[in-house]
């Protein structure tokens, strides 16, 4: 029993049964516990040590031993190596990564993920096996459905120096079959290198163009005391300023950011600072609201609905 209780304790009161019968257990010891209830089923050859609720490292221990060999995947991976102050709206659900070949029923709470590779990318020796902090981070961006989500993720983890967009540039050119490839690829080169041209070539297919506002001059210069701004759009003093970092990487940077929209409002311009959600989840409405600034400004016409709009 001493070998079972070793288990169990390794693996926060969790086992499956095929532990249990490795170690000196046989399968009347393992039925006389469950009539005892000193062991409780979670998922069909998985038990735990009590009948109280489970822990989220209990269900993920759960999860990843009942779909063996498996490891967390998506954002259970996350939530595992980033620790119990991660929360988000898919607690409830464990998402464990089995072989690609393999085909697993899925239990209650437990979603099975498909994976190629999956061995390279596995911290084996992690309580619970997890994959790996950025080939996760990639998943969950690459398959979340929207590219606002998919964006958000990305901030969450850069922002929080948990990881790089160089580095995840690097694990992403790693990866054989990714879904929306070229588009995260643009995404992680842009913040790499402090740029935001995904930003800019969405505005202009998003927001402007379909919309029929008028055509921006796109990085305009304009000199301020002394030197020489450039501006993302200008529509003749109204600016709109991209702002297509993930993050502020200091206050020092947002302090520059709002230096900018300061002097353009001593220059008689009015600045409209834009992020990844106006363009990318709400370009409909935010070609609305541009185009109302515009018409308080002089301008004649009227912006239009595209075949997107509501």
Known sequence: MDSAAQILREQDGVASRRQLLDV??????????????ELTVVHPGVYVEHTGPLTWQQRAWAGVLFAWPAALSHRSALRASEGPGRRTRDDRLIEVA???QRHQTEPEGVRIRRTHGLHDRVQWNLGPPRIRYDDALIDVA????????AVAALADACGARRTTAARL?????????VRRRTWLESILADV???????LEHGYLDLVERPHGLPRGRRQA?????????????DYDGLVVELDG????????????????????????????RL????????GCSTAAKVGLVLRRRGWPGRSQPCPSCP
């Open 24 to 37: 000196e257990l046989r399968q009347h010891d393992l039925e006389r516990m469950l009539r005892r209830r």
């Open 98 to 100: 089995v072989d690609r």
């Open 142 to 149: 690459a398959d979340a459905p929207t590219d606002l989500d």
């Open 169 to 177: 540039l690097r694990t992403l050119d790693q990866r054989q079959r």
């Open 192 to 198: 790499a290198q402090g740029t935001c041209s995904v």
């Open 221 to 233: 210069s304009h000199r301020h005391a002394g030197s020489t701004v450039f501006r993302d759009v």
């Open 245 to 272: 970092r993930l993050f502020h990487d200091s206050t020092r940077a947002r302090d520059l950011d709002l230096e900018r929209d300061l002097d353009a409002a001593v220059g008689g311009a009015e600045t409209i």
């Open 275 to 282: 992020g990844y959600g106006q363009v990318f989840e709400r």
